[in-house]
């Protein structure tokens, strides 16, 4: 496996895009007139999962106020997941302008992670399981 894939991050990644991706299948399920915080309350869960996933167990710091609605927007659940993961990582950086930085790098990261029978089988475990 090459040196230069992050394999946390990948997962985190996966992990969250699994979530996303039932989260996305149960508000199909659902009423939406019954459901409209659906991402209004999924988001900071999301986000506070990352942070709990870290191995460094750092404390969540609080969600963006528009990322509840930045998610609705995004179609792919990969996508939201690198969002997620990419806002997070400039906020603890505190480097809000790193944003698309982190967003292409965690990209091109799971990509390659994903090239490798170690990412297609973590994938594959990944999603087999229901979300956390």
Do not use: Y
Not at 9 to 21: I, K, P
Not at 59 to 65: Q, R
Not at 80 to 92: D, F, N
């Amino acid at each position: 496996m090459s040196d230069d894939i992050d394999i946390g991050l990948a997962s985190v990644v996966l992990e969250l895009e699994a979530d996303l991706v039932v989260f996305a299948a149960d508000l199909q399920r659902c009423d939406p007139s019954g459901h409209s915080d659906h991402w209004t309350r999924i988001a900071p869960r999301l986000w506070s999962k990352v942070f709990q996933m870290s191995p460094h167990w750092l404390d969540a710091f609080p969600a963006p106020a528009e990322l509840a609605l930045v998610l609705r927007g995004i179609g792919s659940p990969r996508e939201a997941a690198i969002h997620i993961l990419a806002r997070a990582r400039a906020t603890v950086s505190e480097r809000p302008e790193s944003f698309e930085a982190e967003a292409a790098s965690l990209e091109g990261n799971v990509e390659r992670f994903l090239a490798t029978p170690a990412g297609q089988e973590r994938k594959a475990h990944i999603d087999g399981r229901s979300p956390t």
